[in-house]
């Protein structure tokens, strides 16, 4: 699994002009490219635990309680994370013989007992968190790098980061970790799961000298265009090795571009609806595409609804292993689509902490809540819609909907600006099939324990 931090229009074949994604673009040319594939949430954490797990944050306990429909996420301040009682995919795949390594960025708990390698993992080479700072290092220290147990240094000390030029060679140290463990897992003739975790477009933003300055886009597309030359080189190696028809690849990214970090060093979603953080399509409907040579058709399209929970059941499914049975399991097997170009019916769930905000089932969205951020927030320049601004959708209060939802079709209005008429046919016959996904969802919704109820800093 290849994980990133970029907006549905940042890659080439998803239609930014610019074209600097010359490898993704191949990369979805030998496969299949889904145009509707969404993250779990707006925001990291809870996003990369429901992939891990296969449930909604919800479920397994990334959210917060501490106010209503508030994302939450885990900063080196807050002492929660995945707690023991979920099951995450590399414990699961260590059933098959699968040695299993995380590179990149962990965030779902920096205290020993929330460890990636106490959760399944072999091997770690990250940070349990983004590469925030600088600190200070007294009363807020700079985040430390591991490598398995080991800490083997700081952000910005022993790992340079220039916030005046965006230079680092992080991801140059990421790529060339994840080619030395494809190697010596082929050479030792061991299945593996790979969970690359990078983080260079996420602000503040980085790309190694070669990189700098190379892109149309400014320091952020530079960053783009480093991860767009490492996964190439990630996917050559596998093919120089001649495993590429034994190894499945996924690449996505955890929520919609930071729209906050606009135009300096924010993505693009595309013609979607504000960003990261919202549960509007550009907070969550992200870049996807899987590659298989041998196995994939390439050159596919799928429309197939999908969420990076289904990761977690289509990997299951690969090593010939059953999700658990004994909870609520939110992910799909992807592979009838993937393979076959089969189209499963299901429903895309948008939460925004402990609130269902709104439902997708076809090609249709009912919004139960709208909101963008607070008053307060946006009055300090904190906007999470720059240049956007539907009336009675991007809304600056938390506004309810659920007597009535606003109902959009995204195959006619992607942007979402246009609800439907109550009072039309469509919306009537449309409102009644969503009712009873709605209902039906809410009759298994038995939510985990909140894991971050720890102080305010911990939601947005």
Not at 50 to 64: C, H, I, K, Q, S
């Amino acid at each position: 699994v290849l994980l990133t931090q970029m907006g549905w229009g940042d890659l080439g074949a998803f239609g930014e002009p610019s074209k600097e994604t010359p490898n993704l673009d191949q990369m979805a040319s030998e496969g299949v490219l889904f145009l509707d594939f969404y993250a779990a949430n707006p925001l990291c954490s809870p996003s990369r635990a429901a992939l891990l797990t296969g449930r909604l944050p919800v479920r397994n306990g990334f959210y917060t309680t501490n106010a209503h429909a508030r994302n939450a996420y885990t900063p080196q301040d807050i002492v929660g994370g995945i707690p023991d009682s979920e099951l995450l995919l590399p414990e699961l795949l260590k059933k098959a013989g699968y040695t299993n390594k995380i590179i990149g960025k962990w965030h779902l708990g920096h205290r020993p007992q929330f460890h990636p390698l106490k959760h399944g993992f072999d091997e770690w080479f990250g940070s349990p968190n983004c590469h925030f700072g600088p600190f200070d290092n007294r009363a807020l220290p700079n985040i430390p790098l591991y490598r398995d147990w080991e800490m083997i240094g700081r952000y910005y000390e022993d790992f340079k980061i220039d916030l005046k030029t965006g230079e680092a060679n992080l991801t140059q140290i990421y790529l060339q970790e994840a080619l030395d463990f494809i190697s010596k897992q082929q050479a030792s003739q061991q299945p593996f799961f790979l969970y690359w975790a990078i983080d260079a477009t996420h602000a503040p933003v980085y790309a190694s000298k070669q990189f700098l300055g190379t892109s149309q886009r400014g320091l952020y597309g530079d960053a783009v265009r480093e991860i767009d030359d490492s996964i190439g080189k990630i996917l050559k190696h596998l093919q120089k090795l001649g495993i590429s028809e034994n190894t499945f690849v996924f690449f996505t990214s955890d929520n919609g571009a930071a729209l906050i970090s606009a135009p300096q060093q924010g993505g693009s979603n595309g013609p979607f609806l504000c960003g990261k953080q919202t549960t509007f399509e550009g907070g969550m409907r992200e870049p996807a595409i899987a590659w298989w040579p041998g196995h994939i058709p390439a050159g596919g399209v799928s429309h197939q609804l999908g969420s990076v929970m289904d990761l977690f059941t289509t990997s299951l499914s690969l090593a010939g292993l059953q999700p658990p049975s004994d909870r609520q399991i939110d992910g799909i097997d992807l592979l009838p689509a993937v393979l076959q170009g089969k189209l499963i019916d299901r429903p895309i769930f948008y939460y925004r902490g402990n609130e269902m905000m709104a439902v997708r089932v076809g090609l249709y969205k009912a919004h139960y809540w709208t909101w963008s951020n607070s008053w307060e927030e946006y009055s300090k320049g904190i906007d999470f819609c720059p240049g956007q601004n539907v009336s009675r959708v991007t809304t600056h209060v938390q506004e309810e909907h659920t007597t009535l939802p606003l109902l959009f079709h995204l195959g006619r209005d992607p942007g979402e600006k246009y609800p439907l008429s109550f009072a039309s046919d469509e919306y009537q016959r449309v409102m009644e099939r969503i009712s009873v996904v709605v209902q039906q969802h809410k009759a298994t919704m038995v939510p985990g324990e909140p894991q971050l109820n720890v102080c305010d800093k911990a939601v947005m």
